[in-house]
């Protein structure tokens, strides 16, 4: 079992930054992969980013390259969701993820078995 608690949400303008958290706890290993997801009122949760916790490989959906990095510290089982340049299109409920297996191609949200509870991200315009 995996637990991921996030963390880092909140309500900033358009064009400006936040950096959401993940801190993940239990059977976490260097096979596994991490992801962010995301939300938006009526909308499917979709793909957002996601890395290799061993390798460091990273995956980005087309609507956030370039100004969304994520990264993690395996000393601290923590994975970061540094988001630049944001949009009001990017509010959403951002929940992480995780996987057994490295690939960090892996873009459906039922390929992932453990979630975190989400956390609220609000861009006004």
């Known amino acids: 079992q995996v637990q991921l608690v996030e963390s880092g949400g909140g309500l900033v303008q358009a064009g400006g930054s936040l950096r959401l958290s993940c801190a993940a706890s239990?059977?976490?290993?260097?096979?596994?992969?991490m992801a962010w997801f995301r939300q938006a009122p009526g909308k499917e949760r979709e793909f957002v980013a996601s890395?290799?916790?061993?390798?460091?490989?990273?995956y980005y959906a087309d609507s956030v390259k370039g100004r969304f990095t994520i990264s993690r510290d395996t000393a601290k089982n923590i994975v970061y969701l540094q988001m630049n340049s944001l949009k009001p299109e990017d509010t959403a409920v951002y929940y992480c993820a995780a996987k057994i297996g490295p690939s960090t191609t892996t873009t459906m949200r039922e390929q992932y078995p453990y979630w975190g509870q989400g956390t609220q991200v609000t861009v006004s315009s």
């Open positions: 239990g059977r976490t290993s260097s096979n596994y992969a």
């Open positions: 890395i290799s916790w061993g390798s460091g490989v990273r």
